[in-house]
């Protein structure tokens, strides 16, 4: 292994916010001690651990005869080997007969805003009954893949908890995807099946699905049927033979609402999901039954403190594994009440979500930074038109949140007082990593805080060897965890290439981070986006950070320019807050405002202003596109999870005139 020198953190420290006292000992792990004792018990002896927890947290037909039988070699990792269970009777049935029959389990708010829907338990537990038999009607059995490209409607949680009920896999393909992202997804999990609808409802517009749809199913032969769900009314093709309504299928006569489910083995595939491609090709992320079920919901109770009377609301897609986790599995499997939203932050206004959270009193928020910086720049006012005083925990995920979109979101959302989750985790892992404890963990914003109980989270040189405190290097995993994926769908090389082929014995993130001296982690972005200053490297985070804490900033991202003295020069790409109007002064006075932040060695040599930055449809910045247009490339790669590429030729013609 080559020798590598060490990512320098230039970050300065800043304030440290203590849990609220009067509400400490009110969360699932009350404090750290309690911290520490549960993760000094998951750590050594991590069968106990887990093994009690899977007991704790889910329904078992047969008891499991092992908790863990890891091989890091193959790699291959089999958790609760002889357990059986099923995900829809942990979501569903058993809420059934514990009290929660007349539970809300699903508060859906369409985009309109009157479009309001709410499922009971029992009333979601039959409509997945009714939808799994028409699955079944159509063939659908153990093992096979069931491809699902929907809006955020209720009736994509109805498909997916029906999917688990028969025992086959889901792949659910965000709904803003291109028909060729969907094709190509559809190919490399051979699908049998595929749900959509007629329009996505977004932003006051009809958006036409069903057209994408049959244009992947063009080349698709693996897709028998297409079941359709009427959202938009607008008119679509349907072929005959293969298309038929969901309404249709689930109101003739012989669909009953009963629907037994599947005794699944712990290890039986779940589902697939592909990454939202910042690196390169996506990779399709296979999770298995019971371990990811156990992880989603454990990490669901100890990070969001969800309580039985709370409701909770988390904004992400479906489509994306933060859906997945909490929104459907985490909330469901705990008996908890979710929010699902079908619009967008900014339409009609950019209030519509502190009005949803007014609106159903909300007590737990989880949303992205990318929500946050966009919302910032419209200004604190929207925020403040409404009552929010039912909020407790507030949560982040996607990115690092740069401190000062923390401290915006801790002042104007939290009134100054709630805790910040902010949770690192990817989709391979299934569940959150990394995260504060609410009302236990001392928060610093900007950074992630601490692994979860039972996570062996490192940062390690290239060599292995554990990097000295401060010291930035790759963020490793080096014990098994419940959630953690189970291969790469059809290819086991890049499975084990990808995240064991590194760090012998350890899962490889890809993400670059630094621990402090109190043992907290920083998320300095990915490796792959390194940037080398005449041989200093730097992790993008903190020098868009830096940025992004100029008052007339909304967002930044840098990346390395190829330089001829200094191997990269930085290049910095910056949205301006609305209303402010980019000129030379700004411009130099950007630079200063770095130099001063961080230091000379971090300062951007050219900066550009933008109106957008190109982002995966997850919202996460695509930095490695940013670097193929400072290095004068057209050469973009994989750009089929670019959420709107006409941003990437604004940016070169930007560069051309910068240049
Ligand atoms: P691909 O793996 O295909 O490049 P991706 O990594 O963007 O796609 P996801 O699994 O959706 O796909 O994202 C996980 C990544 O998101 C993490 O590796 C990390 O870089 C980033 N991330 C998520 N949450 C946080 C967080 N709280 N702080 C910092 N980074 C985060
Ligand atoms: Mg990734």
Redesign the pocket.
Known sequence: MSEEKKIESLQKEGQIFEPDASKQGQAWIQNMEAYDAANEKALNDPDGYWGDRAKELLTWFSDFDSVLEADYDKPEFKWFSGGKTNVSYNCLDRHLTDGRRNKAALIWQGEPEEDVKVYTYQMLHTEVCRFANVLKKKGVKRGDRVAIYMPMIPELAIAMLACTRLGALHSIVFAGFSSIALQSRIDDCQARVLITADAVLRAGKTIPLKGNADEALKDCPTIEQCIVVKRGGNEINMVEGRDSWWHEEVNAEDITSDCPFEEMEAEDPLFIL??????????G?LHTTAGYLLYAAHTTQCVFDVKDDDVYWCTADVG???GHSYIVYGPLTLGATSVMFEGVPSYPRPDRFWQIVDKFKVNIFYTA?TVIRALMREGEEWVKNYDLSSLRVLG??????NPEAWLWYHNNVGGGKLPIV???????TGGIM??ALPYATPLKPGS?TKALPGISAKIVRRDGSVADANEGGHLIVDKPWPGMLRNVWGNPDRYKSTYFAGFPGAYE???GARMDDDGYFW?M??LDDVINVSGHRMGT?EVESALVAHPDVAEAAVVGMPHDVKGETIYAYVTLKSGVEPDDDLLKALKIWVRKEIGPIATPEFIQFADGLPK?R?G?IMRRVLRKIVEGSDEFGDTS?LADPGVVTDLVEGNKDLL
């Open positions: 592909y990454t939202s491609g910042s690196t390169g090709k996506p990779k992320v994306w594994i933060t930074p982040s995920v996607g990115e690092p949140i902010d949770t690192w985790w990817q989709t391979e990394i995260s992630a993130a890809g993400d998320i972005g990915r985070a995966t997850s996460k999870t």
